[in-house]
């Protein structure tokens, strides 16, 4: 059963664009949102993480979107460059980030 | 800030044969570290939980004897797939927690090929 369920599975995004990758999540227990950024070859280094005591948070271009109510929470990226392109994760924990579950990831292509 | 490394970072060998993979807190104890595993244009999984000086514990479906997970010290865990045949071809990558309330950070993974 897959407990967070990350959407689309890839995006092409314009230079300048915003790219939008949204996730859902099952489990109440959850209390922990980070997303990570993985380029090819590497492992996943974290990019921003929230708690559901926010609705939102930003750093730099980036911003996390939380909705308590319908478990969902999303990924922003403002004025995409092309050095973003990477595959996305979102995952949830119930414990700072120990057993994190992961999304099933997002490809992201920004095009120059 | 907090490093977490692998090494190596990809390795070929043949099928049958046994493969070590190490990870290292480079700056920080971790008494804890996670080892995944992450297909091609797949999501990360986890194996494993590795607790400095007791048994892994390993997530349903995964061969605790294949797997084998040591973690001696509270610098270095290590992932020994024994007996290694082609479909153990993966990325694995372990991550570990610098400290309370700290996000978890990754290694940069191990590229295994198995032929």
């Known amino acids: 059963q897959q407990q967070v369920k990350q959407s689309p599975q890839s995006l092409i995004v314009q230079k300048g664009g915003i790219s939008i990758i949204n996730c859902a999540y099952e489990n109440t227990a959850f209390d922990y949102f980070p997303w990570y950024q993985q380029f090819p070859g590497k492992g996943p280094a974290l990019l921003i993480a929230i708690r559901p005591d926010v609705s939102e948070k930003k750093e730099g271009r980036f911003t996390i979107s939380f909705n308590k109510s319908a478990k969902q929470f999303s990924l922003h990226i403002m004025d995409s460059q092309p050095g973003d392109s990477a595959t996305y994760f979102c995952?949830?924990?119930?414990?700072?980030?120990?057993?994190?579950?992961f999304g099933g990831g997002t490809r992201l292509m920004v095009k120059p | 800030g907090a490093v977490v490394s692998q090494h190596p970072s990809w390795v070929i060998c043949k099928s049958g044969t046994s493969v070590k993979i190490e990870c290292r807190s480079l700056?920080?104890?971790?008494?804890?570290m996670f080892w995944y595993r992450q297909f091609p244009k797949q999501s990360l999984m986890l194996m494993a939980t590795s607790n400095e000086g007791s048994k892994a514990t390993y997530e349903q479906g995964v061969e605790k004897d294949k797997f084998l997970i040591n973690h001696a010290s509270l610098t270095l865990s290590t992932l020994t797939v024994t007996s290694a045949h082609p479909e153990d071809s993966s990325f694995y990558i372990c991550?570990?927690?610098?400290?309370?309330?700290?996000?978890?950070?990754f290694g940069n993974g191990t590229r295994l090929t198995v032929t």
């Open positions: 991550s570990a927690i610098p400290g309370k309330n700290s996000p978890l950070h």
């Open positions: 995952a949830a924990s119930g414990n700072a980030g120990n057993m994190l579950t």
């Open positions: 700056d920080f104890q971790a008494t804890t």
